[in-house]
């Protein structure tokens, strides 16, 4: 009987650490298991808000910097718009163009020394042809004689810019100027 009996306690011992074991086992995994990945989660979220702090705090005084140059050229920018009474580019043909030219240059610091049409463009009847400038002075004028010549609606485009360094830069300019006539829709010379 008492065989049986030790045999008894030894069975219920087993299965009471099986159970218990069944039990920690589930606690495990129903719920520490995901509180573990959970935190891990947290933690990789904390890393990123930190990893971007130190990113702003690094950015922060390059941003500042970039604002107020942004300011400044804004208002650089401004000052360089071409002005309301900036001469434009005549109605009448080629021949009037060096004299338009020379009241921009004139009006934005630099000087004309040539205004050449290309006669071969003129030749090929295209709505535009290539207008050669050879202009000297300041680099600084440079930019405002670009915004008159941007904000003429003649101008199709500028083809070349080349910038020679001497006493004066000379600055050389190849655009193209549309010039219809008012009858045929031909330019004119």
Do not use: W
């Amino acid at each position: 009987m008492k065989t049986t009996a030790v045999k008894d306690i030894k069975k219920r011992t087993l299965v009471y650490t099986i159970s218990a074991s069944v039990a920690v086992a589930v606690v495990v995994v129903v719920l520490i298991l995901p509180a573990q990945y959970k935190i891990a989660g947290i933690h990789q979220e904390i890393s990123t808000m930190q990893n971007v702090k130190n990113n702003q705090k690094v950015m922060f005084p390059v941003y500042s910097r970039l604002t107020k140059t942004e300011t400044r050229l804004t208002g650089m920018l401004n000052s360089l718009q071409a002005p309301a009474d900036a001469p434009s580019l005549p109605e009448g043909g080629i021949k009037a163009m060096p004299a338009a030219f020379k009241a921009i240059a004139d009006q934005t610091g630099l000087i004309l020394e040539a205004c050449v049409p290309d006669l071969q463009s003129i030749e090929k009847k295209s709505p535009a042809f290539r207008l050669d400038l050879t202009l000297r002075g300041t680099f600084a004028n440079l930019p405002r004689f670009l915004s008159v010549i941007e904000s003429e609606p003649r101008i199709k485009g500028i083809k070349r810019l080349e910038i020679e360094a001497g006493p004066q830069i000379t600055y050389r300019i190849g655009l193209m100027v549309a010039m219809p006539s008012p009858d045929n829709g031909k330019l004119e010379t």
